[in-house]
T-cell receptor, first 113, second 112 residues
Framework: GESVGLHLPTLSVQEGDNSIINCAYSNSASDYFIWYKQESGKGPQFIIDIRSNMDKRQGQRVTVLLNKTVKHLSLQIAATQPGDSAVYFCAESTVTNAGKSTFGDGTTLTVKP | KAGVTQTPRYLIKTRGQQVTLSCSPISGHRSVSWYQQTPGQGLQFLFEYFSETQRNKGNFPGRFSGRQFSNSRSEMNVSTLELGDSALYLC???????????FGPGTRLTVT
């Protein structure tokens, strides 16, 4: 149930497995990268962020990896649960235009019980 | 603390009409941004307001406009509606200078 490197519009995993969601970004001048989770009928919800001078950041059950060489971002979710089922978006922003985020294509994560 | 609220939640309009959407940010958040979400184009930035001034504008035609009031509440207006304007319009608020945005549930606009 894992995918490394390639952005997939959909990802299906078994409950308890680890999930990896990938994203390619376009602006090498971006200062921050953010992952959002959007559940059905709701707006995007902030999950975790990473500054451009970092390679890795960990949160609760989530880890974000940043590879600036190939402009790639990934979100790893450990022990995926049914409540993790949602659409996940990466976004990039700059210090000078913090209120303007550029969103990538979403990945729909489905967790099978 | 109450989240971002948007009104109305659903709206059906006819081509050629105009529409106004409203957004109330989280208390203390003075920056408000608007995004359009469609299945084909994803989430696209419309504009950002701070201190009643437009700070950034996305690549949308002049039919799309917005404003912000002194209490940080914001409205966006779309004039001469087209079928392609059917979308979920999302409002996000943040502290000034913060990239961490808090989104409302959106207004679902359908143009027939």
């Amino acid at each position: 149930g894992e995918s490394v490197g390639l952005h997939l519009p959909t990802l299906s995993v078994q409950e308890g497995d680890n999930s990896i969601i990938n994203c390619a970004y376009s602006n090498s001048a971006s200062d921050y990268f953010i992952w959002y989770k959007q559940e059905s009928g709701k707006g995007p919800q902030f999950i975790i962020d990473i500054r451009s001078n970092m390679d890795k950041r960990q949160g609760q059950r989530v880890t974000v990896l940043l590879n600036k060489t190939v402009k790639h971002l990934s979100l790893q979710i450990a022990a995926t649960q049914p409540g993790d089922s949602a659409v996940y978006f990466c976004a990039e922003s700059t210090v000078t235009n913090a209120g303007k985020s550029t969103f990538g294509d979403g990945t729909t994560l489905t967790v099978k019980p | 603390k109450a989240g971002v609220t948007q009104t109305p939640r659903y709206l059906i309009k006819t081509r050629g009409q105009q529409v106004t959407l409203s957004c109330s940010p989280i208390s203390g958040h003075r920056s408000v941004s608007w995004y359009q979400q469609t299945p084909g184009q994803g989430l696209q930035f419309l504009f950002e307001y701070f201190s009643e001034t437009q700070r950034n504008k996305g690549n949308f035609p002049g039919r799309f406009s917005g404003r912000q009031f002194s209490n940080s509440r914001s409205e966006m207006n779309v004039s001469t509606l087209e079928l392609g304007d059917s979308a979920l319009y999302l409002c996000a608020s943040s502290l000034v200078g913060s990239y961490e945005q808090y989104f409302g549930p959106g207004t679902r606009l359908t143009v027939t």
